[in-house]
DNA sequence: AACGGCAGCAACCGCCTGTTT
DNA sequence: GAAACAGGCGGTTGCTGCCGT
């Protein structure tokens, strides 16, 4: 026994929505809300599935629907919440208030997923990619990364939470470094700082307030600001490409 | 100006899960 | 307990506009 569709699909319109089926269907729900997509075509005069409704309307027509780019600090948390989370976009998008699945699966394909290859990063594990493709190591470091024994070569400084934060003082200190490296050490700060970024995270989502989502985001802002450095540092030092494209 | 390649994004598809009958 | 149903989710597709040649 099969299930059914969801509607019957030789009579459903495909494809891009127009401004009047937008209208219809806005009106509909303003009025009547959005209980029981399967009849919502029907009531709204829409020659539309139920699914392609709940899908315009949640992801284009809501309107607490924020558009455009994701913030540094929002598009930091969805690369911290996809290391946590892996590809579950809904739980992702639901600690992004306004910001939906859909979204945010596509922002991830289309920028995120490229910045951290660029940065060296695996956008899957995120788990540095193989050595190689890192024009520097962060392993120079040793593993007494948090004591801190070479000022030459980073430069650690606390902030208000008390986090450590990692500051190559010039590149060429960094590089130098690589190039005497021994290899083999650099994932131990690489999950040393990923183990203080899941921290914060855990944290953060222990006290996620139920609506205020810009809190969430301004606090993080603030204790993430050591991670967004990271990733400058990465960006400025490896292949001469800049962070951002 | 025309064309081809590419990136970005909206929308679809099929599967999964939870609820109801 | 099984079937039917509705909603939700993640992967994928295809359209559109931009950019370089």
Not at 57 to 63: A, D, E, I, Q, V
Not at 182 to 201: A, F, V
Request: glycine content about 8%.
């Amino acid at each position: 026994m099969g299930r059914q569709p969801c509607c019957d699909k030789l009579r459903v319109k495909k494809g891009s929505w127009s401004a009047e089926e937008d209208d219809k269907l806005i009106s509909f729900i303003l009025k009547n809300g959005n209980c029981c997509w399967r009849t919502v075509p029907k009531l709204a005069g829409l020659m539309r599935c139920g699914k392609s409704c709940r899908l315009r309307w949640t992801n284009y027509l809501r309107p607490d629907l924020k558009r455009g780019l994701l913030s540094p600090a929002e598009e930091q948390l969805v690369i911290d919440l996809h290391a946590r989370l892996g590809n579950r976009w809904s739980k992702i998008a639901s600690m992004l208030p306004g910001r939906t699945d859909n979204e945010i699966k596509n922002l991830w394909n289309t920028h995120i997923k490229k910045k951290l290859i660029k940065m060296g990063i695996d956008p899957v594990t995120h788990q540095p990619l193989h050595e190689r493709q890192l024009n520097f190591q962060l392993s120079s470091v040793t593993t007494t990364t948090t004591e801190s024994k070479s000022d030459e070569q980073l430069q650690a400084q606390g902030n208000e939470e008390g986090q450590v934060q990692l500051i190559f003082k010039n590149t060429s200190a960094a590089e130098e470094a690589s190039s005497s490296n021994t290899g083999g050490t650099e994932p131990i700060l690489t999950s040393c700082l990923w183990e203080d970024s899941m921290q914060l995270l855990d944290e953060l989502l222990l006290q996620v307030p139920s609506n205020d989502g810009d809190q969430i985001i301004s606090e993080f802002e603030g204790s993430c600001e050591w991670l967004l450095d990271f990733q400058d540092v990465l960006g400025d030092v490896g292949s001469g490409n800049s962070f951002d494209e």
